[in-house]
């Protein structure tokens, strides 16, 4: 098998991402960058934070919440702190 393996947390985060912030889940990816890919204001943060929060079942404090700029960032912290 290859590192192209379907990342079902990846997946989930898009779809997640793509409902909060109204853009097509095609035009979510690792790279993208939350305010300037994405249009998300600081209300679209929180926002999508929370949803985040309630999918996974973690909590995400605010000092790290500034640190996660891209998708790709929200996946890794995701991978990090959740088990499972």
Excluded: H, W
Aim: glycine share 4%; proline share 6%; charged share 35%.
């Amino acid at each position: 098998m290859s590192d192209a393996s379907p990342d079902p947390i990846l997946d989930k985060i898009k779809g997640i991402i793509a409902e909060q912030l109204d853009v097509p889940e095609t035009d979510v990816s690792p790279e993208k960058s939350f305010t300037d890919d994405l249009q998300a204001d600081s209300l679209a943060i929180v926002e999508l934070v929370l949803a985040l929060e309630e999918e996974f079942g973690i909590k995400i404090p605010d000092d790290k919440v500034d640190s996660i700029k891209t998708v790709g960032d929200a996946v890794q912290y995701i991978k990090r702190n959740n088990d499972g």
